[in-house]
């Protein structure tokens, strides 16, 4: 069985300041993570995944996540937020088999930009 | 390359009445799954298919059917709709299955049950 929480269902950050939105998995096989981002009444987009290679993986638009065993985590940062990063973003674990769940998601974590 | 496709965009039916709804993967893809996202349960597995057949299920009830067809375009079929099955429909599709291929999604359908 797998399981995903995202700790924080909503966070509000400024224009040009850090980002931080946080993960933690639990994964019986060696698992692979994803982060996908949703924009309003649009489908979900990859940002970036991790597949065993190396711990820190960078994505698209300027976002990275560092992939931490030993605190099975896997937490999305960007350094500096920019207004069109404001969206829905999804932690999703799933096993190297994939697994009769199919991909796991976690419950989302809405992203505020102030100006 | 062309995204993944999903006809119709929105649609509204009936409690009691059938659905289906299409995707079309990304070309050379032949992995197709379909999520339901709604704001209570957040996104949830229905199925997967590879290759025409299914390979992996979530816990949903019967009346949730899909199949591949060999280009790998897929349908997803409810029956006798209940006010629940309100949901955006989402599907995605991957190279292969298999937990470290990326899945793509597509734009979703809009489904409103009344």
């Known amino acids: 069985a797998q399981s995903v929480t995202q700790l924080d269902s909503h966070v509000s950050v400024s224009e040009g300041t850090p980002v931080l939105l946080r993960c933690n998995y639990s994964?019986?096989?060696?698992?692979?993570l994803f982060w996908y981002v949703q924009h309003p009444n649009k489908g979900l987009q990859l940002l970036l995944k991790?597949?065993?290679?190396?711990?820190l993986v960078k994505g698209i638009n300027g976002f990275e996540a560092e992939f931490k065993k030993s605190e099975t985590s896997f937490h999305l940062t960007k350094p500096s937020a920019h207004m069109s990063d404001a969206a829905e973003y999804f932690c999703?674990?799933?096993?190297?088999?994939?697994?009769?769940?199919?991909?796991?998601f976690g419950k989302g974590t809405h992203l505020i930009i102030q100006p | 390359k062309a995204g993944v496709t999903q006809t119709p965009r929105y649609l509204i039916k009936t409690r009691g009445q059938q659905v289906t709804l299409s995707c079309s993967p990304i070309?050379?893809?032949?992995?197709v799954s379909w999520y339901q996202q709604t704001p209570g349960q957040g996104l949830q597995f229905l199925f997967e298919?590879?290759?025409?057949?299914?390979?992996n299920k979530g816990n949903f009830p019967g009346r949730f059917s899909g199949r591949q067809f060999s280009n790998s375009r897929s349908e997803m079929n409810v029956s006798t709709l209940e006010l629940g099955d309100s949901a955006l429909y989402l599907c995605?599709?991957?190279?292969?299955?298999?937990?470290?291929?990326?899945?793509?999604f597509g734009p979703g359908t809009r489904l409103t049950v009344t």
């Open positions: 995605a599709s991957r190279y292969l299955a298999g937990g470290s291929y990326e899945q793509y």
């Open positions: 994964s019986s096989y060696s698992p692979s």
């Open positions: 991790y597949t065993s290679a190396a711990t």
């Open positions: 999703v674990v799933s096993s190297a088999g994939g697994g009769a769940d199919g991909l796991t």
């Open positions: 070309s050379g893809h032949r992995s």
């Open positions: 298919y590879f290759s025409e057949t299914q390979r």
